[in-house]
Protein backbone atom coordinates (compact mmCIF):
# COMPACT_ATOMS: atom_id res chain seq x y z
CA UNK A 1 0.00 0.00 0.00
CA UNK A 2 1.40 3.43 -0.80
CA UNK A 3 1.45 6.37 1.58
CA UNK A 4 -0.03 9.35 1.20
CA UNK A 5 0.59 13.49 2.97
CA UNK A 6 -2.75 14.49 3.70
CA UNK A 7 -3.45 17.84 2.75
CA UNK A 8 -3.79 20.19 5.38
CA UNK A 9 -7.12 22.03 5.65
CA UNK A 10 -7.24 25.24 3.78
CA UNK A 11 -9.19 28.16 4.75
CA UNK A 12 -9.86 31.94 2.44
CA UNK A 13 -10.21 34.83 5.29
CA UNK A 14 -12.80 37.38 5.38
CA UNK A 15 -11.46 40.42 7.64
CA UNK A 16 -13.79 42.79 8.61
CA UNK A 17 -12.31 46.59 9.47
CA UNK A 18 -13.42 48.04 12.71
CA UNK A 19 -10.12 50.42 13.43
CA UNK A 20 -8.27 49.56 16.73
CA UNK A 21 -10.86 46.82 17.09
CA UNK A 22 -9.04 44.77 14.39
CA UNK A 23 -6.59 43.85 17.48
CA UNK A 24 -9.60 41.40 18.04
CA UNK A 25 -8.81 39.69 14.29
CA UNK A 26 -4.97 39.65 15.35
CA UNK A 27 -5.89 37.90 18.32
CA UNK A 28 -7.74 35.46 15.78
CA UNK A 29 -5.26 35.10 13.33
CA UNK A 30 -2.42 33.97 15.77
CA UNK A 31 -4.39 31.39 17.39
CA UNK A 32 -5.31 29.94 14.18
CA UNK A 33 -1.53 29.69 13.29
CA UNK A 34 -0.95 27.18 15.62
CA UNK A 35 -3.17 25.24 13.90
CA UNK A 36 -1.89 23.04 10.92
CA UNK A 37 -3.85 25.11 8.45
CA UNK A 38 -3.12 26.42 4.77
CA UNK A 39 -4.20 29.65 4.03
CA UNK A 40 -5.63 30.64 0.54
CA UNK A 41 -6.66 33.97 0.54
CA UNK A 42 -7.78 37.18 2.35
CA UNK A 43 -9.97 39.83 1.66
CA UNK A 44 -9.72 42.72 3.72
CA UNK A 45 -11.24 46.31 4.39
CA UNK A 46 -9.78 49.30 6.76
CA UNK A 47 -8.44 47.07 9.57
CA UNK A 48 -9.01 44.20 7.70
CA UNK A 49 -6.96 45.69 4.76
CA UNK A 50 -3.97 46.23 6.94
CA UNK A 51 -4.05 42.73 8.70
CA UNK A 52 -4.32 40.77 5.64
CA UNK A 53 -0.90 41.98 3.82
CA UNK A 54 0.60 42.39 7.04
CA UNK A 55 -0.13 38.28 7.77
CA UNK A 56 0.69 37.74 4.73
CA UNK A 57 4.07 39.42 4.78
CA UNK A 58 5.25 37.38 7.63
CA UNK A 59 3.96 34.18 6.81
CA UNK A 60 5.62 34.11 2.94
CA UNK A 61 8.97 35.47 4.82
CA UNK A 62 8.79 33.13 7.67
CA UNK A 63 6.06 30.95 7.76
CA UNK A 64 3.82 30.38 10.53
CA UNK A 65 6.53 31.78 13.48
CA UNK A 66 6.98 34.95 11.01
CA UNK A 67 2.92 35.41 10.53
CA UNK A 68 3.13 35.72 14.28
CA UNK A 69 5.83 37.98 14.87
CA UNK A 70 4.58 40.01 11.72
CA UNK A 71 0.95 40.88 13.33
CA UNK A 72 2.37 41.50 16.80
CA UNK A 73 5.61 43.99 15.76
CA UNK A 74 2.36 45.79 13.17
CA UNK A 75 0.40 46.19 16.24
CA UNK A 76 3.12 47.24 18.77
CA UNK A 77 4.37 49.86 16.15
CA UNK A 78 0.78 51.24 15.86
CA UNK A 79 0.03 51.49 19.48
CA UNK A 80 3.66 53.23 19.15
CA UNK A 81 3.48 55.47 16.15
CA UNK A 82 -0.33 56.63 16.64
CA UNK A 83 -1.48 59.16 19.45
CA UNK A 84 -2.93 57.21 22.15
CA UNK A 85 -6.03 58.79 24.25
CA UNK A 86 -4.62 59.64 27.12
CA UNK A 87 -6.39 58.90 30.52
CA UNK A 88 -5.55 58.46 34.12
CA UNK A 89 -4.69 55.20 35.30
CA UNK A 90 -7.42 55.45 37.75
CA UNK A 91 -9.74 56.11 35.53
CA UNK A 92 -9.91 52.71 34.16
CA UNK A 93 -11.07 51.50 37.59
CA UNK A 94 -14.58 53.77 36.87
CA UNK A 95 -14.97 53.27 33.15
CA UNK A 96 -12.65 50.64 32.06
CA UNK A 97 -11.78 50.29 28.42
CA UNK A 98 -14.57 53.19 27.60
CA UNK A 99 -12.94 56.64 26.88
CA UNK A 100 -15.81 58.45 25.38
CA UNK A 101 -15.52 61.14 28.06
CA UNK A 102 -11.57 61.51 27.47
CA UNK A 103 -10.48 65.08 26.74
CA UNK A 104 -8.66 63.56 23.56
CA UNK A 105 -11.41 62.09 22.10
CA UNK A 106 -13.89 64.52 23.19
CA UNK A 107 -11.48 67.29 21.36
CA UNK A 108 -11.23 65.10 18.29
CA UNK A 109 -14.76 64.47 18.13
CA UNK A 110 -15.37 68.25 18.25
CA UNK A 111 -13.25 69.51 16.16
CA UNK A 112 -14.57 66.98 13.20
CA UNK A 113 -17.86 68.50 13.51
CA UNK A 114 -16.88 71.97 12.44
CA UNK A 115 -13.69 71.09 10.15
CA UNK A 116 -12.92 68.94 7.51
CA UNK A 117 -8.96 67.18 7.41
CA UNK A 118 -8.26 69.36 4.48
CA UNK A 119 -8.83 72.71 6.92
CA UNK A 120 -7.24 70.81 10.30
CA UNK A 121 -4.84 68.68 8.31
CA UNK A 122 -3.43 70.71 5.09
CA UNK A 123 -0.64 68.64 4.45
CA UNK A 124 -2.57 65.21 4.30
CA UNK A 125 0.17 63.59 7.15
CA UNK A 126 -0.98 59.88 8.04
CA UNK A 127 0.74 57.98 10.54
CA UNK A 128 -0.04 54.94 9.28
CA UNK A 129 1.65 55.66 6.17
CA UNK A 130 5.69 54.96 7.48
CA UNK A 131 4.30 51.94 9.76
CA UNK A 132 2.97 50.63 6.53
CA UNK A 133 6.11 51.17 4.41
CA UNK A 134 7.89 49.81 7.41
CA UNK A 135 6.49 46.42 8.03
CA UNK A 136 4.34 45.53 4.59
CA UNK A 137 6.80 43.87 1.42
CA UNK A 138 4.71 44.87 -1.14
CA UNK A 139 7.41 43.58 -3.81
CA UNK A 140 6.71 39.89 -2.03
CA UNK A 141 3.06 40.09 -2.10
CA UNK A 142 2.50 42.00 -5.56
CA UNK A 143 4.87 38.66 -7.35
CA UNK A 144 3.92 35.97 -5.21
CA UNK A 145 1.11 32.89 -6.36
CA UNK A 146 0.86 31.06 -2.54
CA UNK A 147 -1.73 33.78 -1.42
CA UNK A 148 -4.19 36.18 -2.59
CA UNK A 149 -4.80 39.49 -1.09
CA UNK A 150 -8.03 41.51 -1.93
CA UNK A 151 -7.99 44.77 -0.76
CA UNK A 152 -11.03 46.96 -0.21
CA UNK A 153 -11.34 51.11 -0.93
CA UNK A 154 -14.85 53.43 -2.26
CA UNK A 155 -14.53 55.24 -5.03
CA UNK A 156 -15.78 58.64 -3.55
CA UNK A 157 -16.78 59.79 -7.34
CA UNK A 158 -19.22 56.64 -8.18
CA UNK A 159 -19.52 55.01 -4.52
CA UNK A 160 -18.61 52.08 -5.93
CA UNK A 161 -16.15 49.53 -4.61
CA UNK A 162 -12.81 49.38 -5.68
CA UNK A 163 -10.82 45.60 -5.26
CA UNK A 164 -6.96 45.91 -5.75
CA UNK A 165 -5.49 42.92 -6.10
CA UNK A 166 -1.66 41.52 -5.42
CA UNK A 167 -0.25 43.24 -8.19
CA UNK A 168 -1.94 46.43 -7.56
CA UNK A 169 -0.79 46.54 -3.65
CA UNK A 170 1.26 49.52 -2.21
CA UNK A 171 0.49 51.95 0.21
CA UNK A 172 -1.25 54.02 -1.27
CA UNK A 173 -3.92 51.39 -1.87
CA UNK A 174 -3.94 50.22 2.12
CA UNK A 175 -4.47 53.94 2.89
CA UNK A 176 -7.28 54.64 0.79
CA UNK A 177 -8.92 51.29 2.21
CA UNK A 178 -8.38 52.54 5.97
CA UNK A 179 -9.34 56.31 5.34
CA UNK A 180 -12.33 57.52 7.38
CA UNK A 181 -13.18 60.73 5.78
CA UNK A 182 -13.57 63.12 8.57
CA UNK A 183 -10.07 62.68 9.65
CA UNK A 184 -8.18 62.15 6.53
CA UNK A 185 -7.95 63.30 2.87
CA UNK A 186 -8.97 61.34 0.03
CA UNK A 187 -6.46 58.88 -1.17
CA UNK A 188 -5.44 59.26 -5.20
CA UNK A 189 -4.87 56.80 -7.40
CA UNK A 190 -5.07 56.76 -10.68
CA UNK A 191 -6.91 59.85 -10.70
CA UNK A 192 -9.67 58.69 -8.61
CA UNK A 193 -9.92 59.22 -5.30
CA UNK A 194 -11.02 57.14 -2.24
CA UNK A 195 -12.44 56.47 1.09
CA UNK A 196 -13.00 53.59 3.50
CA UNK A 197 -13.37 50.38 2.30
CA UNK A 198 -16.25 50.01 4.93
CA UNK A 199 -18.77 51.75 2.98
CA UNK A 200 -19.22 49.63 0.14
CA UNK A 201 -17.64 45.78 1.03
CA UNK A 202 -16.68 45.48 4.48
CA UNK A 203 -15.29 43.09 3.30
CA UNK A 204 -15.90 41.81 -0.05
CA UNK A 205 -16.64 38.10 -0.01
CA UNK A 206 -17.25 37.56 -4.00
CA UNK A 207 -13.20 37.72 -4.80
CA UNK A 208 -12.59 34.84 -2.47
CA UNK A 209 -15.69 32.92 -4.13
CA UNK A 210 -14.51 33.60 -7.71
CA UNK A 211 -10.74 33.26 -7.19
CA UNK A 212 -9.99 31.00 -4.35
CA UNK A 213 -10.53 27.16 -4.84
CA UNK A 214 -10.90 26.01 -1.12
CA UNK A 215 -13.96 25.51 0.07
CA UNK A 216 -13.71 26.95 3.59
CA UNK A 217 -14.58 30.44 4.22
CA UNK A 218 -14.00 32.22 7.20
CA UNK A 219 -15.45 35.73 8.43
CA UNK A 220 -14.11 37.38 11.10
CA UNK A 221 -17.00 40.19 12.02
CA UNK A 222 -16.36 43.08 14.15
CA UNK A 223 -19.18 44.92 13.80
CA UNK A 224 -21.71 43.95 17.02
CA UNK A 225 -24.60 42.13 15.19
CA UNK A 226 -26.92 42.63 17.95
CA UNK A 227 -27.39 45.84 19.53
CA UNK A 228 -30.26 45.21 22.94
CA UNK A 229 -30.72 48.78 23.71
CA UNK A 230 -32.07 50.98 21.00
CA UNK A 231 -29.66 53.87 21.34
CA UNK A 232 -31.24 57.34 22.43
CA UNK A 233 -28.84 59.74 23.20
CA UNK A 234 -27.83 61.94 19.51
CA UNK A 235 -23.92 60.44 19.94
CA UNK A 236 -25.13 56.87 20.48
CA UNK A 237 -27.54 56.93 17.61
CA UNK A 238 -25.18 58.61 15.28
CA UNK A 239 -22.54 55.29 16.74
CA UNK A 240 -25.18 52.66 15.52
CA UNK A 241 -26.03 54.27 12.39
CA UNK A 242 -22.52 53.89 11.62
CA UNK A 243 -22.20 50.15 12.59
CA UNK A 244 -25.45 49.47 10.58
CA UNK A 245 -23.83 51.61 7.30
CA UNK A 246 -20.60 49.77 7.48
CA UNK A 247 -22.22 46.45 7.61
CA UNK A 248 -24.91 47.21 5.49
CA UNK A 249 -22.95 45.58 2.77
CA UNK A 250 -21.35 42.52 4.27
CA UNK A 251 -24.87 41.66 5.20
CA UNK A 252 -26.39 41.82 1.44
CA UNK A 253 -23.75 40.03 0.49
CA UNK A 254 -24.45 37.39 2.88
CA UNK A 255 -28.00 36.78 2.06
CA UNK A 256 -27.42 36.65 -1.69
CA UNK A 257 -25.16 34.15 -0.99
CA UNK A 258 -27.48 32.21 1.43
CA UNK A 259 -30.34 32.51 -0.99
CA UNK A 260 -27.82 31.09 -3.85
CA UNK A 261 -26.92 27.93 -1.50
CA UNK A 262 -30.69 27.61 -0.38
CA UNK A 263 -31.48 27.23 -4.81
CA UNK A 264 -28.41 25.35 -5.07
CA UNK A 265 -29.89 22.20 -3.47
CA UNK A 266 -32.74 21.90 -6.20
CA UNK A 267 -30.70 23.03 -9.28
CA UNK A 268 -28.53 20.93 -10.95
CA UNK A 269 -25.01 21.63 -10.53
CA UNK A 270 -23.89 22.14 -14.74
CA UNK A 271 -26.25 24.70 -14.74
CA UNK A 272 -23.56 27.57 -13.42
CA UNK A 273 -20.10 27.33 -12.04
CA UNK A 274 -20.90 30.00 -9.45
CA UNK A 275 -24.13 28.27 -7.80
CA UNK A 276 -21.51 25.57 -7.87
CA UNK A 277 -18.99 27.12 -5.77
CA UNK A 278 -21.90 28.57 -3.43
CA UNK A 279 -23.44 24.94 -2.65
CA UNK A 280 -20.04 23.60 -2.17
CA UNK A 281 -19.51 26.42 0.44
CA UNK A 282 -18.18 25.57 3.96
CA UNK A 283 -19.06 29.22 5.37
CA UNK A 284 -17.77 29.91 9.05
CA UNK A 285 -18.16 32.92 11.60
CA UNK A 286 -16.32 34.23 14.13
CA UNK A 287 -17.55 37.45 15.63
CA UNK A 288 -17.20 39.64 18.78
CA UNK A 289 -20.05 39.49 20.40
CA UNK A 290 -20.02 39.69 23.88
CA UNK A 291 -16.52 41.53 23.45
CA UNK A 292 -16.85 45.02 21.85
CA UNK A 293 -20.23 46.09 22.52
CA UNK A 294 -19.65 48.37 25.84
CA UNK A 295 -16.43 49.64 24.63
CA UNK A 296 -17.75 53.04 23.75
CA UNK A 297 -17.42 54.54 20.67
CA UNK A 298 -13.58 55.90 21.03
CA UNK A 299 -12.54 52.61 21.50
CA UNK A 300 -12.12 52.16 17.33
CA UNK A 301 -9.41 55.40 17.38
CA UNK A 302 -7.87 54.12 20.92
CA UNK A 303 -4.08 52.54 19.79
CA UNK A 304 -3.48 52.00 23.47
CA UNK A 305 -1.13 48.97 23.41
CA UNK A 306 -2.92 47.59 27.03
CA UNK A 307 -5.82 48.04 25.12
CA UNK A 308 -4.68 46.36 22.09
CA UNK A 309 -3.65 43.11 23.71
CA UNK A 310 -6.76 43.18 25.72
CA UNK A 311 -8.41 43.01 22.41
CA UNK A 312 -5.79 40.47 21.01
CA UNK A 313 -6.37 37.82 24.07
CA UNK A 314 -10.14 38.30 23.63
CA UNK A 315 -9.87 37.28 19.92
CA UNK A 316 -7.56 34.26 20.49
CA UNK A 317 -9.90 33.21 23.53
CA UNK A 318 -12.84 33.18 20.56
CA UNK A 319 -10.83 31.62 18.31
CA UNK A 320 -10.01 28.95 20.76
CA UNK A 321 -13.60 28.31 21.66
CA UNK A 322 -14.71 28.45 17.98
CA UNK A 323 -11.95 25.87 16.89
CA UNK A 324 -12.73 23.26 19.33
CA UNK A 325 -16.30 23.36 18.06
CA UNK A 326 -15.55 23.12 13.98
CA UNK A 327 -11.72 22.18 13.40
CA UNK A 328 -12.53 18.55 12.88
CA UNK A 329 -15.49 19.84 10.17
CA UNK A 330 -12.89 21.89 7.91
CA UNK A 331 -12.66 20.39 4.58
CA UNK A 332 -15.60 17.67 5.32
CA UNK A 333 -18.86 19.51 5.50
CA UNK A 334 -20.98 22.18 4.38
CA UNK A 335 -22.18 24.67 7.18
CA UNK A 336 -25.51 26.23 7.02
CA UNK A 337 -24.73 29.32 9.06
CA UNK A 338 -25.93 30.93 6.17
CA UNK A 339 -29.15 30.24 6.23
CA UNK A 340 -29.47 32.80 9.58
CA UNK A 341 -28.99 35.52 7.29
CA UNK A 342 -31.92 35.09 5.04
Known amino acids: MGWFRQRRPTLKLALQGGGAHGAFTWGVLDRLLEEDLDFEGLSGANAGALNAPGFATGWLQGGTDGAREALHDFWRDVSDGTRSLSRAPLDFLFSGWNRDWSPDFLLISSLTKVASPYQL ?40 PRIFHNDELNTQALLASSCLPVLFQAVEIDGQHYWDGGYSANPA ?12 LLLIQLSPRNRAEVPTGIQDIAHRINEISFSAHLFRELQMLAVLHRQGRHIPLALHPLRRRVRALHFHLIHTEGTTENLGRASHVN ?20 LARHRDALGK ?7 RFL
Open 205 to 216: LYPLLLECACRD
Open 121 to 160: NPSGFNPLERILNDHIDFDLLRNTRRIKIFVAATNVHTAQ
Open 333 to 339: RSSEQLQ
Open 303 to 322: ADWRFLTHLRDQGRETAGTW
